[in-house]
């Protein structure tokens, strides 16, 4: 799931936890610190693989994503 989605997508596995972070804020719901940890552990292979403004810029596409648009990219639909 999310080790696979970091090592085989690692733009997208940042771009969802920027996606993440941003509806946890709106909703105000931040991670506990385990969890951060957690987190931050499954997205090391993605970070990695990019450099720092891939990852920067993966994170706030991500962060600029509206629920739905966080949502289509989790599930991986697009319309073209």
């Known amino acids: 799931g999310c080790l696979a989605a970091a090592t085989n997508y690692p733009e997208r596995a940042l771009e969802l936890a920027g996606a993440a972070a941003s509806l946890r804020a709106a909703i105000g719901a931040p ?5 951060q940890t ?3 552990e499954r997205l090391a292979p993605a970070r ?3 450099d720092e403004e ?3 810029a993966a994170e706030a596409a991500g962060r600029a ?4 648009q966080a949502i289509e990219l989790a599930s991986g639909w697009t319309e073209s």
């Open 38 to 40: 957690r987190l931050q």
């Open 65 to 68: 994503l509206s629920y739905e």
């Open 48 to 50: 990695q693989t990019l």
């Open 31 to 35: 991670l506990s610190l385990a969890e």
């Open 54 to 56: 891939t990852q920067r």
